[in-house]
C-alpha cells in the first residue's frame, strides 16, 4: 500500500486560508469516510485535528476544517496564525483494518 | 482524560527483538471506547501505522509488519506492548503508542513517545 501524497510544502500569510491536500485511491480515501488528519509540532507527539473527514474533535479550533471530493481529502485552515506553522499530515482507513498515512506537509506562515 | 506513556530500550542492537510497553492512566483499557495501537516515525520523516488491539484481544497488523509483529494487552496492568522482530537499522523510529476510537480510524490520544535506534 503505497503512502497518501501530499504536498511537501504550503505556505499563506497570517489571517488568510490554506488549504493542504491528500490524494489516495478508491481503495482508501475514495471508498471510506474515515480521513483523518494530525499536526504535529517539532519534538511533540501528533495532535488529531480532523477525523472521519470532518468531525472536529473537542477543543480544536473550528479553523480547521476537513472536506473529501473523490480521492481527494483536504485540510483548511482559515485565519492562519503563527502557531500553525508546522508538520500535517494525512491518515485514511484502507479496510482489513490497516490505516496509511500521507508523506506530511510542512506549513509556513508568512 | 486518559494518559499513554512509553517505556523500552532506547538502544537494541541488529537482529534483535525491541519490546516496547504503553502504559495507560486515567482509565480501563479494556472497557474504555478505544483500541490501542502503536504508530512509528524514523528520523525526519513521516508516520508509519504498525498495528492495533481491540478490547476482545484481537489484533491487526500493517501488511508491511505483519511478519515480524506481535501486540499483546495487559488488561490488569492497565499496559499493551509492541514486540518487533528480527531489528535493522531501518527500525530506528520514534515509536508511540495510541488509542482510536473504535469506528473512527483515527488516533485521538497519544502518548509522548519513546526513541529507539537499532544499531550494534
Known amino acids: 500500500q503505497s503512502a497518501l501524497t501530499q504536498p511537501a510544502s504550503v505556505s499563506g500569510s497570517l489571517g488568510q486560508s490554506i488549504t493542504i491536500s491528500c490524494t489516495g485511491t478508491t481503495s482508501d480515501v475514495g471508498t471510506y469516510n474515515l480521513v483523518s488528519w494530525y499536526q504535529q509540532h517539532p519534538g511533540k507527539a501528533p495532535k488529531l485535528m480532523i477525523y472521519?473527514?470532518?468531525k472536529r474533535p473537542s477543543g480544536v479550533s473550528n479553523r480547521f476544517s476537513g472536506s473529501k471530493s473523490g480521492n481527494t481529502a483536504s485540510l483548511t485552515i482559515s485565519g492562519l496564525q503563527a502557531e500553525d506553522e508546522t508538520d500535517y499530515y494525512c491518515?485514511?482507513?484502507?479496510?482489513?483494518?490497516?490505516?496509511?498515512f500521507g508523506g506530511g506537509t510542512k506549513l509556513t506562515v508568512l | 482524560q486518559m494518559q499513554l506513556q512509553e517505556s523500552g530500550p532506547g538502544l537494541v542492537k541488529p537482529s534483535e527483538t525491541l519490546s516496547l510497553t504503553c502504559t495507560v492512566s486515567g482509565g480501563s483499557i479494556s472497557s474504555s471506547p478505544y483500541y490501542w495501537g502503536w504508530i512509528r516515525q524514523p528520523p525526519g520523516k513521516g508516520l508509519e501505522y504498525i498495528g492495533y488491539?481491540?478490547?476482545?484481544?484481537?489484533?491487526f497488523y500493517s501488511p508491511s509488519l505483519k511478519s515480524r509483529v506481535t501486540i499483546s494487552a495487559y488488561t490488569s496492568r492497565s499496559q499493551f506492548s509492541l514486540n518487533l522482530r528480527s531489528l535493522t537499522p531501518a527500525d530506528t523510529a520514534m515509536y508511540y503508542c495510541g488509542g482510536a476510537l473504535d469506528g473512527t480510524a483515527a488516533f485521538q490520544i497519544w502518548g509522548q513517545g519513546t526513541m529507539v535506534s537499532v544499531s550494534s
Open positions: 491518515c485514511s482507513f484502507v479496510g482489513d483494518n490497516t490505516v496509511i
Open positions: 472521519e473527514v470532518t
Open positions: 488491539i481491540r478490547h476482545s484481544g484481537s489484533t
